[in-house]
């Protein structure tokens, strides 16, 4: 019994939606996960990693981020303040693999069946944002499949784990150093394939699996299996702010938020629609954003230089670069765009020698770029 669907992520709206223009409208919009959030647009400072992660949401081709750094610096907090400001996603109902049903073609086999029997409806729903604990085990994570049931009712018998869950979403691994490799392995496979299968005693299940990997981790407790690390798109360094009205800010911003977190969230309810909007249209705007050859001979030049291995490196600019564009409203890349996107691909792609730690270079990107204009 095998059942293999594929699967992609494409949520792009047609239309903008309006802003929303009171206190209702906003809490509501603000509020719809079950739990309260805070924020994204009111975390104060890094804003590098705010952008990896607005890129990854625009388009999801380019492969997830991983964000580095000490504890304490809003890295969980900007990852799950992300799903508030995400356009909504229209589902099977009940689907436990979030088909699309745009996509009747990529149907589990639950949908193909309510398609069949007339009973298929349509649900909206926020993009989930769905943790995959360290300590979470291989059942848990890519599903499990009783033997025994599955010679009498077939796929019925197939349980889903978190990777059916995540599907059409973001998937969020804190401290994504300390995976097990069981679990790095079937990140990697679904990564790759977009797909999850999961076999037992010659009893074979697929679903799809496609979602963007989000991974947080603090470099002092051990690095990240070299596997993966190449498989995740982006890279970015967070760290304390030591400017002191930045600091007085944060602890402000918090205490607001724990005092009256609704009011808080209506507070900063135009900002949040204010982003929310920039990437609506970045959506919109990305199909069209043209790459030329001249464009595409920087970045090979620039990977030439900083010596990767490789050929994912290139195209990993080329498609940050491209979304940077869009999210900027162009519809033509620049060598601002291919820099932004060259700082969050190379540094940890490149090629160490032995007993040498690598070392990145903005001063170099800058020279290589503009020895190409």
């Known amino acids: 019994m095998s059942l293999k669907i594929s699967g992609t992520i494409k949520e792009v709206p047609k ?125 848990r994570v890519v599903g499990s499949l009783d033997i025994e049931k599955a010679v009498r009712q077939g796929v019925q018998a197939f349980d889903p784990g978190i990777l059916a869950n995540a599907n059409r979403g973001i998937l969020y691994v804190d401290e994504i150093n300390l995976l097990d490799d069981f679990v790095v392995d079937a990140l990697l496979d679904a990564a790759a394939m977009g797909v999850n299968t999961v076999e037992r005693e010659g009893v074979s299940v697929s679903h799809p699996a496609n979602f963007i990997i989000v991974g947080s981790m603090n470099p002092e407790e051990g690095e990240l299996r070299p596997q993966l690390l190449d498989r995740i798109a982006l890279q970015v360094e967070v760290s304390g ?36 909007m920039k990437i609506l249209k970045g959506m919109q705007v990305l199909p069209r954003v043209a790459t030329t050859r001249e464009n595409l001979r920087t970045i090979a030049e620039i990977c030439i230089a900083f010596n990767v291995d490789g050929h994912r490196a290139d195209i990993m600019i080329e498609r940050a670069a491209r979304t940077n564009a869009a999210y900027e409203g162009r519809e033509r890349i620049t060598n601002d765009d291919i820099i932004e996107a060259a700082e969050m691909v190379l540094p940890h792609r490149m090629r160490k020698k032995p007993f040498e730690e690598e070392e990145f ?12 204009v």
Do not use: H
């Open 241 to 276: 702010i030591y400017d002191v009205e930045q600091r007085i800010e944060i602890i402000e911003r918090r205490n607001q938020f724990n005092d009256d977190p609704k009011k808080f969230i209506y507070d900063f309810g135009p900002e949040q629609e204010k982003l929310r």
């Open 15 to 139: 239309e903008v939606e309006s802003p929303a223009s009171s206190l209702e409208d906003i809490t509501r919009t603000a509020t719809k996960t079950e739990r309260v959030l805070y924020p994204i647009s009111a975390i104060v400072g890094q804003e590098k990693m705010l952008r990896a992660l607005i890129l990854n949401t625009i388009n999801p081709s380019i492969g997830g981020v991983l964000i580095r750094g000490q504890k304490g610096t809003a890295k969980s907090t900007a990852v799950r303040g992300l799903s508030e400001i995400l356009p909504e996603i229209e589902v099977v109902g009940g689907c436990k693999f979030n088909c699309d049903p745009a996509d009747p073609e990529k149907f589990c086999w639950e949908c193909l069946d309510k398609k069949k029997r007339g009973t298929q409806r349509i649900q909206k729903r926020m993009m989930r944002v769905v943790d995959l604990p360290v300590g979470a085990t291989e059942d």
């Open 361 to 372: 270079s903005v001063d170099q990107l800058r020279a290589v770029v503009e020895g190409n």
